[in-house]
């Protein structure tokens, strides 16, 4: 009975017509606890950072430093239940499909960083915040692309395939194109490769091995038992990143709400314009909707996780606070983003199901003018 009643709660966690109601009350929550605790008069510290000093034993229980782990928390909430649903065979199926890679690279890496440069020079006036924002937009996400992906249906593989090879590239790129955008900007590549391990590589080795593990022991009826827990998991994860995300600047959104709206404006431009680009060239090359999604995400996502870690060591806090906005911004519009492909799949990608119609009927038998049917009786 109790077992049944999980289940039942968790299934209503993926109903999406409840979700909206459950983000705007974690948006909410998250609010109330920044403002109660005035979390915007600390001192931001990068979780990388704090995980270090837990490892090192230097580790102090202070407000900054328990919302710094929540992030990294949220999100392994978040990304595990979706890695458990990768299987390696996919993973080489995905590196081999070059038109999604073309359009992802494109959009990723010769438009998004230039869109988001003119959007901030177009709706920004302030100079600090305005570099917030175009550091917000030089590199691609590599972490939460993934569970919008699996949340619209989409191809989890490709998404993970393509989260990887951004993560190797924006490590090259991010200081040219911010040489090119912002100026001269010193900081520590590493912190992106240690955010990819972070945020990419251990809910992945984690999610394949449980996996391989359930499988071998009690075959795909095993993993299947799992799914709805797995997903709850996941939709929980998301819910208690908002917390964390709006708990960190509650008491800015409600003493200075027009910073936030001054951000959102070119924000939502730029995330709608690349989505629904992205997702509409894949209709209009005929990509499975599944690719089609993964790519859109893929390319609208920004790496939030970066864009922080190098405001805050490399800027002033002026800036870093543009990226921390950014996502409290990010994330629900990404959710609607799954509503809109969701809605949209029945009306951009007819072509799937009449190919998939049109293999079926090739597959079956047919008959000439001139055969008898199966069931004909000689008379």
């Known amino acids: 009975m109790a077992t049944a009643t999980m289940r039942s709660l968790l299934l209503r966690l993926e109903d999406f017509r409840l979700l909206p109601v459950f983000v705007v009350v974690s948006m909410a929550i998250g609010i109330a606890i920044g403002n109660a605790l005035n979390i ?25 430093n328990a919302i ?41 890496y ?28 030089l590199a691609p996400c590599i972490a939460m692309v993934i569970i919008f ?4 249906k989409g191809n989890t593989p490709m998404a993970l395939v393509f989260v990887a090879l951004n993560s190797v590239i924006q490590m090259l790129l991010i200081p040219v194109y911010a040489g090119l955008l912002i100026g001269n900007v010193s900081f520590d590549v590493w912190v ?33 038992a799992l799914k ?12 208690f990143t908002l917390v964390i995300m709006f708990a960190l600047k509650g008491d800015l959104i409600l003493e200075r709400p027009l910073i936030v709206v001054e951000m959102a404006i070119p924000m939502t431009i730029f995330f709608a314009a690349m989505f629904f680009t992205v997702f509409l060239i894949g209709a209009r090359l005929r990509f499975r909707y599944e690719d089609a999604v993964a790519t859109a995400f893929s390319a609208t996502g920004r790496d939030f996780e970066i864009a922080i870690a190098i405001a805050i060591t490399a800027f002033t806090p002026a800036v870093a606070l543009a990226t921390v906005v950014g ?20 009306l951009l990608f007819t072509h799937a199901q009449a190919e998939a119609m049109g293999e079926s009927s090739a597959s079956s038998p047919r008959l000439t003018p001139g055969a008898a049917r199966p069931d004909a009786r000689d008379g």
């Open 40 to 64: 915007s008069d600390f001192a931001l510290t990068p979780p990388i950072d704090a995980i270090k000093d837990i490892a090192g034993g230097t580790f102090e229980l202070t407000v900054p």
């Open 192 to 224: 992106v490769a240690e955010s990819v391990v972070l945020y990419l590589g251990l809910p992945l080795v984690l999610g394949v091995a449980t996996r391989l593990l359930v499988v071998r022991r009690r075959g795909e009826v095993g993993m299947d």
């Open 228 to 239: 709805p827990y797995l997903n709850g998991v996941s939709i929980l994860g998301l819910l």
């Open 68 to 108: 710094s782990l929540g992030v990294p928390i949220g999100l392994f909430a978040m990304m595990y239940p979706a890695m458990t649903n990768v299987r390696l065979g996919e993973v080489g199926a995905a590196f081999r499909s070059p038109r999604q890679l073309v359009v992802l690279l494109g959009f990723n």
């Open 149 to 152: 992906t699996f949340l619209a």
């Open 327 to 346: 996502p409290l911004i990010e994330v629900p519009v990404m959710l609607f983003f799954v509503w809109a492909a969701i809605r949209l799949r029945p």
């Open 110 to 137: 010769l438009v998004a960083p230039f869109l988001m440069y003119g959007l901030a020079n177009v709706f920004v006036a302030d100079p600090e915040l305005r570099t917030g924002l175009i550091l917000y937009g």
